[in-house]
């Protein structure tokens, strides 16, 4: 259960990245080379920002041990939430951004990955470094994979529903918190 677990939490986290590339790639002349690029970014922040969030989780550890479950659940339920809120509320169409400068493209890499950072610290509550770092090396690699599928179909102007696809993640990551939840109390 825990590699499903992991997937989905991995699929979850990327939704942004996904998205962020497809569209990228539908609105700008974008070469598969640059795709890559994108990829890559958005894989090592998707993988970064959990990592340095698990380490903080366990630095604090100890200090919560008892409620860590509770913290792991509502920091899940949290990120779940405000996508599933983001994706129902209006967001107003985004400014054309020059996706050419590598700057541009680390800073989508922290905007998607924001979230991941907040689940990491779940993560570093609840899991030993080992686990942590077989799981934001997933995390990281499901991210580059996703995100390469979104330059493809940006490519080849097939649309991804952004709110479809955040309401499914959010739902996801709440499913997961209320599993770990049900893990510690059972």
Known sequence: ?????????ALALCVDSLVVSTTSAFKSKMTYRHGVVMALIFALFQG??????????IAFRDMIASVDHWVAFCLLVAVGGKMIFEAIGNKPESEQLDLS????????????SIDAFVVGIGLGLD??????????SVIGTV????SLIGVYLGKRNIPIK?????????????????????????
């Not at 259960?1 to 939490?9: A, H, S, V, Y």
Request: glycine share 12%; aromatic share 10%.
């Open 1 to 9: 259960m825990f590699f499903i677990e992991t997937i989905l939490l």
């Open 48 to 57: 970064g920002f959990p990592l340095i969030g698990a380490l903080l989780g």
């Open 101 to 112: 400068k590598i700057g541009v493209l680390c800073l989508l890499g922290i905007a998607t």
């Open 127 to 136: 899991n030993t470094m080992p686990r942590v770092l077989f799981i934001v």
């Open 143 to 146: 991210t580059f994979i996703v």
């Open 162 to 186: 952004e709110r479809v696809a955040s309401i499914i993640a959010g739902l996801v990551l709440i499913g997961l918190g209320a599993y770990t939840l049900y893990e510690h109390i059972h």
